[in-house]
């Protein structure tokens, strides 16, 4: 394996030029690049054939493991077969066949999909659709939006502004959506540090939407959309309740309640979503990543029954005006239909339930090492949260990033919080291997 990535040619400087890497500090990146050339299972190769153990799913959506060969031979034989299908008044079979497996697994009630490119898309269709949807209901003054603070909903206009991550927002806070809110973070360290699993407080940071209600108005309010698990933001877990209550605020004011699951979705909690892990009903939930294993870009919205139905009551013709000319490409629908029979084969829905025990055990054992101050977990999801250099935020974190790189170990850094959320098919030699190169 390593003599095939060996045999890769290294970029010179000046290959590196052309491309503009995105989320990346390019000059730095490209004056000590970081190349990988292959992957297979739990690892990946660099291009001089050293082997990386994967602690991130690439970038939490390779659930199953790199190179699965029954979702690239799917792959390749729908492009044999059928390579592209007009996306707006056509379709092409696999596409309905992957809505309805979908379906299958998805929380109950949620019996609808609608199909893009990436998460930025399915959130930007769900905040869409819930507009739309109240105005179809004769409610057309509800299009304000509530998000969260230090959230993370992708890169569209849409996604930023209901978006709390501050980075994000700057150069673009001028052109966000306006008529848009945010409910507090639930990050409590004082109370909650170490927790293991879900925190015990701060359920009642959900009433804040009461507030807001009180504010606006619920006539004026569509959606409120949140992740169950904060992820680009540094690993948040919901306190116990806090979700639930969401969830009876919304009902009671008959607000849409968009739960982002595209790091969550496809077994990250030990459930196939996070939903269903949590015990909270959705009316829409966004997802990505998981759905085709990382190897074909796709994402998508799970869509009530009662907000699809809306649509199909009015007048007959476009019931709404949205969609991508790649919506259920067919190669992404084969991808996807490979890797949801791949998750029920071997079990992976629920695979990181009973990893998690060990996991965590691994993960809090960190505890007492120097710099570390908080570790916040959930199936099989960390976030290690490191002291920050005096007026250097986020140095600590990229050096570990790139130390624990250089000794064969691949995380993921998010200021400093060093994330973790490996392949499913992880086993306990290599988690042990993953917190062994952390510890030292």
Request: proline letters at 5%; charged letters at 20%; a neutral charge.
């Amino acid at each position: 394996m390593s003599n095939t990535a060996a045999s890769v040619a290294p970029l010179t400087r000046s290959d590196l030029e052309a491309l503009w890497l995105p989320f990346t500090a390019n000059r730095q990146f490209k004056a000590q690049p970081r190349l990988l050339a292959r992957a297979s299972g739990m690892h990946y190769w660099t291009i001089d054939g050293r082997q990386i153990l994967d602690g991130v799913a690439g970038l939490w959506c390779v659930n199953a493991g790199h190179g699965r060969r029954e979702i690239t031979q799917a792959v390749a034989g729908q492009l044999e077969t059928l390579d592209f299908a007009p996306t707006f008044q056509m379709a092409h079979p696999a596409a309905f066949q992957l809505a309805n497996e979908l379906v299958k697994i998805a929380p109950r009630g949620l019996d609808h999909a609608f199909f893009t490119n990436s998460g930025s898309e399915a959130v930007d269709t769900a905040l869409k659709i819930a507009i739309a949807f109240h105005r179809l209901r004769g409610e057309g003054t509800r299009t304000r939006l509530i998000g969260r603070e230090r959230a993370y909903h992708g890169v569209g206009f849409g996604g930023i502004s209901v978006g709390g991550i501050p980075p994000n927002r700057k150069t673009w806070s001028s052109v966000l959506l306006p008529g848009v809110d945010h409910l507090p973070h639930t990050h409590d360290p004082a109370r909650n540090a170490f927790s293991r699993g879900a925190p015990e407080h701060g359920a009642h940071l959900a009433e804040e939407l009461e507030r807001l209600v009180a504010l606006h108005d619920a006539t004026n309010i569509a959606a409120v959309i949140v992740e169950p698990i904060a992820g680009s933001t540094g690993v948040l877990i919901p306190p116990r309740g806090y979700l639930q209550k969401l969830r009876e605020i919304c009902t009671r004011h008959g607000i849409l309640l968009i739960l982002d699951e595209v790091i969550t979705g496809f077994g990250r909690t030990g459930s196939a979503f996070a939903a269903q892990e949590f015990g909270v009903a959705a009316d829409m939930i966004t997802l990505a990543k998981g759905l085709t294993n990382g190897c074909v870009p796709m994402g998508g919205v799970l869509v009530s029954k009662a907000v699809y139905d809306t649509f199909m009551q009015g007048p007959e013709g476009i019931e709404l005006f949205h969609g991508y000319t790649y919506s259920a490409h067919p190669a992404a629908c084969a991808a996807g239909l490979a890797t949801l029979a791949l998750y029920q084969r071997e079990g992976l829905l629920n695979r990181a339930a009973s990893l998690a025990p060990q996991w965590q055990e691994a993960a809090h054992a960190l505890r007492g090492l120097p710099h570390v101050i908080d570790i916040r977990n959930y199936g099989l999801i960390l976030g290690l949260e490191l002291e920050s250099l005096p007026g250097k935020p986020g140095a600590r974190g990229f050096e570990v990033f790139t130390r624990c790189f250089e000794r064969g170990v691949l995380v993921r850094q998010t200021g400093d919080v060093i994330a973790l959320s490996p392949p499913l098919i992880i086993e306990k030699a290599q988690i042990e291997q993953i917190f062994g190169t952390l510890r030292y």
